[in-house]
């Protein structure tokens, strides 16, 4: 009976580390990576039910089987009965839902202590990727081989990889500056936030990475999940320990913060918070079409234009699907009552983590922060958002499966 639990454990443990490993390299789906992740999960779902006998208790699922497959469902006849849309157009939008199958495994690891460990685990195997990719571009730009890197970003951009190469904006400061921002960098914001008092180490080569996405989402993020949780801590903690080792850290982050503004490189981070940038203008513009086709009509206003539709969009002159503003897109697609209803879910679970204990807070946090930033970027109905919800919810699970024991 021993050998049976140790084997159930640690095939729970490898099969949920390889999904996400899977779909951190293939987050686009570009070369078929993401739908072997989806297979082998679900595949795996059926061995634990089968050969392992495991028992869910149908109650503790309830909720996410109404919004993440219900509602998804309805949506689809809803897009195909009334608003015929071609059902080819619907299912890439609705894909990433099966991300939340996921959970069946996660919140059947051992405990919450190796939920944690295999987080961080692929937390630092994400960050030396995004690092040595970095290193890897700057290096080829140093032996002359620059035509080497618009091939690498020519590949990245065909299989949806990300946008990996040269970075335009970086002759405005006369540096070169390699891009490396693959489709799942988003997710660097919970998994730095993740390594806060568990690994130094890790935490440092984390932020690294997150300046080195050269992303304003990540980096801005990022530092306000930081700011976030050092103040929840104080809060909650009713002391202040000032130690050396927190001075020298300010020291160290001071100098290179002073290091950026001087060679310019913060201006270059944050210069899409510009209203009057380029991006800005064309997610306003996003915004503003959006909100035109939203408040059409009651019906529209209410269950969404459907899944898959598409409008013409003044910020990028042309007609589009999905837009980098998501939850306007959300609302556009399913409807005010679909989101009210996605929008309290995740609330609920940011509130339920958060009282757990400071490992909660941080997935909290970290939700978040990636909820707000998604919002960036066309990534909240995708793995990509949904790996940290499930990640969420399991904590809370396995929190209380703890507490039982």
């Known amino acids: 009976m021993l050998n049976i639990q140790l084997k159930k454990d640690e095939f729970i443990k490898g099969t949920w580390f390889i999904f996400i490993f899977l779909l951190i390299i293939d987050m686009g789906g570009g070369i078929g990576l993401k739908n072997l992740a989806f297979a082998i999960l679900i595949l795996s779902i059926i061995f634990l039910f089968l050969c392992f006998k495991i028992k869910i208790n149908l109650s503790t699922y309830l909720i996410e089987f109404y919004i993440f497959f219900i509602c998804p469902l309805l949506l689809i006849g809803y897009s195909t009965l009334f608003l015929k849309i071609p059902l080819s157009n619907q299912i890439p939008q609705v894909t990433a839902f099966i991300t939340f199958f996921s959970l069946l495994l996660a919140t059947n690891l051992k405990n919450k202590d190796m939920l944690l460990k295999s987080i961080e685990k692929i937390a630092i195997v994400s960050a030396c990727g995004i ?123 001071g100098i290179l913060t002073f290091s950026m503004l001087n060679m310019g490189i913060a201006d270059l981070l944050f210069s899409k918070l510009n209203i009057y940038s380029n991006s800005s203008s064309t997610k306003i513009g996003h915004i503003q079409s959006a909100l035109k086709e939203i408040f059409a009509t ?36 399913f409807g005010i009552l679909y989101f009210c209803i996605f929008l309290l879910y995740i609330l609920n679970l940011i509130y339920e983590a958060s009282k757990i204990d400071f490992e909660g807070k941080k997935i909290a946090v970290g939700l978040l922060m990636l909820f707000i930033a998604a919002g960036t970027n066309p990534l909240l109905i995708s793995p990509v958002f949904f790996i940290w919800l499930v990640i969420t919810k399991s904590y809370i699970i396995l929190s209380k499966k703890g507490e039982r024991l």
Not at 207 to 218: D, N
Not at 306 to 332: C, D, K, P, T
């Open 131 to 253: 690092i040595f990719t970095f290193l890897g571009i700057y290096t080829l730009h140093i032996i002359g081989m620059d035509s080497v890197i618009y091939s690498i970003n020519s590949i990245t951009n065909t299989f949806n990889m990300g946008y990996i190469g040269i970075n335009p904006l970086g002759n405005q400061i006369g540096l070169f500056l390699p891009n490396v921002y693959y489709v799942w960098s988003l997710l660097l914001i919970p998994f730095t936030l993740i390594l806060i008092k568990r690994s130094k180490f890790n935490f440092i080569i984390s932020i690294i990475a997150c300046i080195m996405t050269l992303s304003t989402g990540v980096v801005l993020f990022v530092m306000i999940g930081i700011l976030l949780i050092t103040l929840l801590n104080m809060i909650f903690s009713l002391k202040i320990k000032l130690k050396l080792r927190y001075v020298i850290y300010s020291i160290v982050i």
């Open 298 to 333: 009651p019906f529209t206003f209410l269950f969404g234009m459907g899944l898959g539709s598409s409008f013409y969009s003044i910020g990028a002159q042309a007609e589009v699907v999905n837009i980098e503003v998501s939850h306007f897109n959300l609302i556009r697609q």
